[in-house]
Nanobody, 129 residues
Framework: QVQLVESGGGSVQAGGSLTLSCKASSDTKTRFCMAWFRQSPGKEREGVANIYTGRGSTVYADSVKGRFTITHDSANDIVHLTMNNRKPEDTAMYYC??????????????????????WGQGTQVTVSS
């Protein structure tokens, strides 16, 4: 099973940028759905973005479209989440998730957390106004 380790969390002022990284312990170069989720106290876990490795197709939550970018470094099995124009409501624990998948052409990964089988421990992101 793939082990996931997140890094890059911290505190940033609103409007600033931050990049999170998720290092996978084994090969995720192709046919993996890799995703970022976030959860704030008292709220449900929310899908932020995902990427289907190998093909590079992505999906974003409406709340982050145009501000966040997910990328996959296939050489190092790392998924990055670059967050620009941060807002206080982006404050949350961010989790990386993965699942091996065979998607037909044109299909994309889901932002439903129940689909994913491997999870990291999370990294805290705090945005101050």
């Amino acid at each position: 099973q793939v082990q996931l380790v997140e890094s890059g969390g911290g505190s940033v002022q609103a409007g600033g940028s931050l990049t999170l990284s998720c290092k996978a312990s084994s090969d995720t170069k192709t046919r993996f759905c890799m995703a970022w989720f976030r959860q704030s106290p008292g709220k449900e876990r929310e899908g932020v973005a995902n990427i289907y490795t190998g093909r590079g197709s992505t999906v974003y939550a409406d709340s982050v479209k145009g501000r966040f970018t997910i990328t996959h470094d296939s050489a190092n099995d790392i998924v990055h989440l670059t967050m620009n124009n941060r807002k206080p409501e982006d404050t949350a624990m961010y989790y990386c998730a993965a699942r091996g998948a065979w998607l037909t052409y044109g299909s994309t990964c889901t932002l439903d957390s129940s689909y994913y089988t491997q999870w990291g421990q999370g990294t805290q992101v705090t945005v101050s106004s």
